[in-house]
């Protein structure tokens, strides 16, 4: 029933703002489950799923495809990561920047129940950095433009400007990629292996 309601509140849902309510819900669903009350739980989900339908609030529809994705042991829920992708691409065709940068690095990693396409989640960081001002999703895009061998994607000019924009929002390791491996005047690969891991050990 829960997955009709899901379903149901992406299609009606055509645009929103960010809701105070939808970080309330997460508040709650972390103190329930370190707390382990059901109770809390079910109150923080209870208004996420507010926030989807009432409110229209995207960021509250991303958050419930995560948590569908990951499950929750305490409320006994299995994770759903055939729905939660489902969601997460919904909202990937609303341009919801949180969803294009997880949707790209699931591509780019190729995990998640997706399978791996650089080229995809090229498009997608670029299109993050230029709708919405993402600075990870420039400097991940210079990354890839940077280091990719097909035709044309190395391009100096639009590197320069993906990197720079990163550096002046202080991206951590935007700075020292830029001097290292664009500036040096010779090829290296930062050859990350899962970028979602390498992100987070920054």
């Known amino acids: ?38 109770d809390v739980v079910m109150r923080g989900q209870s208004l996420l799923m507010k926030g989807a339908f009432d409110l229209n609030d995207l960021d509250a529809v991303y ?7 990951y499950g929750n ?20 065709r609303q341009s919801h920047d949180p ?13 998640g129940g ?16 230029e709708a919405h001002g993402n600075a990870n999703s420039a400097f991940i895009a210079a990354v890839i433009r940077n280091e990719s061998l097909v035709p044309g994607t190395k391009d100096k000019q639009r590197i320069g400007e993906l990197i720079t924009f990163a550096v002046l929002n202080k991206v951590k390791g935007a700075s020292e990629y830029q001097s290292e491996y664009v500036d040096s005047g010779y090829w290296r690969s930062l ?12």
């Open 114 to 129: 997706f399978v791996k396409n650089d080229f995809l989640a090229l498009n997608l960081f670029e299109e993050s950095f």
């Open 1 to 38: 029933m829960i997955k009709n309601f899901l379903i149901t509140a992406l299609l009606i849902a055509q645009f929103s703002t960010a809701s105070p309510l939808t970080d309330g819900a997460l508040r709650l669903i972390q103190v329930g489950n370190e707390i382990g009350s059901r």
């Open 191 to 202: 050859d990350v292996k899962h970028w979602r891991d390498w992100i987070d050990s920054q």
């Open 73 to 92: 042991t305490l409320m006994g829920h299995l994770p759903q990561v055939r729905i939660a992708n489902e969601i997460l691409i919904k909202l990937v």
């Open 99 to 111: 969803a294009l940068y997880d949707y790209a690095l699931y591509l780019l990693d190729g995990d």
């Open 63 to 69: 958050e419930t495809s995560k948590q569908m994705r």
